[in-house]
């Protein structure tokens, strides 16, 4: 019995792990998520950041940047085993607005960021906060 355990117990763990719904970018790919500051001046001198930008997940703090117009902030990621990777920010428009947002969700953006060069694009505008899976198209899914 005990020899039927130590041989059975491997086979049906290798045979669940086979059988799960996973994307193969599980392990093996980088996921490059971008937020560019991409608000108007207004009275603002050109090179003092209107917009503060921190970002993190539960085990990983990417830290708070001070953004001037056209900066870009990038970090890398890769899916979790259990595909619950998530990063979030929070930006604040200096005088202006504040508003968090989910930069990544594994299961959210495991596909549609694999379009563009495995890019996850956001930018900080007037209005809100927009993504694109490609560089043309935008779309507004964080209003202030």
């Known amino acids: 019995m005990g020899n039927l355990k130590s041989v059975a117990l491997p086979l049906l763990l290798a045979v669940s792990i086979m059988h799960l719904p996973f994307s193969e970018s599980l392990w093996f790919f980088n996921y490059h998520i ?17 917009l503060f930008l921190g970002c993190k997940s539960k085990n990983k703090d990417i830290g708070e940047r001070a953004m ?21 920010c929070n930006a604040r428009w200096e005088g202006r607005k504040r508003r968090s947002f989910d930069a990544f969700v594994a299961n959210r953006d ?35």
Not at 34 to 50: E, F, G, I, Y
Not at 71 to 82: E, G, L, M, R
């Open 110 to 144: 495991d596909r549609r960021c694999s379009v563009y060069h495995m890019s996850c694009m956001w930018s900080v505008r007037e209005d809100g906060i927009y993504f694109s899976q490609n560089n043309a198209s935008w779309f507004n899914e964080y209003p202030w």
């Open 34 to 50: 971008h937020v560019t500051n991409d608000l108007p001046l207004l009275n603002s001198p050109p090179r003092k950041p209107n």
């Open 68 to 88: 001037v117009k056209g900066q870009d902030y990038t970090w890398d990621t890769k899916i979790n085993f259990a595909q619950t990777t998530l990063f979030f």
